[in-house]
């Protein structure tokens, strides 16, 4: 099973951008998919779950009103748009799969599947 996570890059304070993952060996119809992010010399952070079966979404206080995540089951790829920008977005994302139960939705040991992480940078 891997999951591969793309669209990171670099830029500016204010820009977008929309990451993918899609996975191989799994159906993303089966799990939970989150997406966490791990800046340098911080702890990784659950930015954003979709919640398998019924869709329910989860964002942190950090990026509530400014990413969306969605997810297309019949492409078996899983979206993170990220808006509004700012430096502290700055991290490696990465997507995982899982199905933790609702109170661990946001630990990432719950999660056995991982893509190897994309890189954003927000910098002027």
């Known amino acids: 099973v891997q999951l591969q996570a793309s669209g990171g890059g670099l830029v500016q304070p204010g820009g977008s951008l929309r990451l993918s993952c899609t996975p191989s060996?799994?159906?993303?119809?089966?799990?939970?998919i989150a997406w966490f992010r791990q800046a340098p010399g911080k702890e990784r952070e659950g930015v954003t779950v979709s919640k398998v079966g019924n869709g329910m979404t989860y964002y942190s206080d950090s990026v509530k009103g400014r990413f969306r995540v969605s997810r297309d089951n019949a492409k078996n790829t899983a979206w993170l748009q990220m808006n509004s920008l700012n430096v502290d977005d700055t991290a490696v994302y990465y997507c995982?799969?899982?199905?933790?139960?609702?109170?661990?939705?946001?630990?990432?040991?719950?999660?056995?599947?991982w893509g190897q992480g994309t890189l954003v940078t927000v910098s002027s």
């Open positions: 060996g799994l159906s993303l119809r089966s799990y939970t």
């Open positions: 995982a799969a899982g199905t933790p139960i609702l109170s661990a939705q946001c630990d990432s040991r719950k999660y056995p599947y």
